[in-house]
């Protein structure tokens, strides 16, 4: 548990280097996007491009509200940490420790498949906290955190009941 909090860290600064990369690479594709939608960073219609670094659910019509996106967020990271603890359960003789990274990798980009045009399939709160936090910098200002709730929400709600599963239902004693 005492690694927990640097656990923590290393995810954010990780979302935090990959916004500022983003930022870097994209800087001119954004500016051309928004001089073409009529956008001005900082307002609230400048989530169309702040999109470019994370997820707005509010930008899918798929998306009936806040409740539903946390739902959807809670339900894709239930998904990918019942996966990873399934696969890396003691108990689990039957996944080669060579089979776990791209069964990962596969359960991740089922998630974003089914999930990626409703909510971005963020399932992750510090993949998303990161490059808000740059987007925030760079000129959107407060309308960077528009519909973050949810995905700090739902993946706090999605993860324990993910690990649960696996942990007491699958490898039940």
Same mark, same amino acid.
């Given at each position: 548990?005492?690694?927990?909090?640097?656990?923590?860290?290393?995810?954010?600064?990780?979302?935090?280097?990959?916004?500022?990369?983003?930022?870097?690479?994209?800087? +001119?594709?954004?500016?051309?996007?928004?001089?073409?939608?009529?956008?001005?960073?900082?307002?609230?219609?400048?989530?169309?491009?702040? +999109? +470019?670094?994370?997820?707005?659910?509010?930008?899918?019509?798929?998306?009936?509200?806040?409740?539903?996106?946390?739902?959807?967020?809670?339900?894709?990271?239930?998904?990918?940490?019942?996966?990873?603890?399934?696969?890396?359960?003691?108990?689990?003789?039957?996944?080669?420790?060579?089979?776990?990274?791209?069964?990962?990798?596969?359960?991740?980009?089922?998630?974003?498949?089914?999930?990626?045009?409703?909510?971005? +399939?963020?399932?992750?709160?510090?993949?998303?906290?990161?490059?808000?936090?740059?987007?925030?910098?760079?000129?959107?200002?407060?309308?960077?955190?528009?519909?973050f709730g949810a995905y700090i929400v739902g993946p706090l709600i999605g993860g324990p009941i993910g690990a649960f599963i696996a942990d007491y239902i699958l490898f039940m004693d």
């Amino acid at each position: 548990m005492k690694k927990v909090p640097l656990y923590w860290a290393a995810q954010l600064l990780g979302g935090i280097l990959a916004g500022g990369i983003n930022l870097l690479i994209f800087t +001119a594709a954004i500016a051309d996007f928004e001089e073409q939608q009529g956008l001005t960073r900082g307002h609230s219609s400048s989530i169309k491009s702040a +999109a +470019a670094f994370g997820d707005y659910w509010s930008l899918s019509p798929g998306v009936a509200g806040p409740f539903h996106a946390v739902f959807i967020e809670a339900f894709g990271t239930a998904f990918l940490t019942f996966v990873i603890f399934a696969i890396t359960h003691p108990k689990n003789e039957s996944v080669a420790s060579s089979a776990v990274a791209p069964m990962v990798g596969t359960a991740i980009g089922v998630m974003i498949a089914l999930l990626g045009s409703l909510t971005g +399939a963020g399932i992750n709160p510090a993949r998303d906290l990161g490059p808000r936090i740059v987007t925030s910098m760079a000129g959107w200002g407060s309308a960077a955190f528009t519909n973050f709730g949810a995905y700090i929400v739902g993946p706090l709600i999605g993860g324990p009941i993910g690990a649960f599963i696996a942990d007491y239902i699958l490898f039940m004693d």
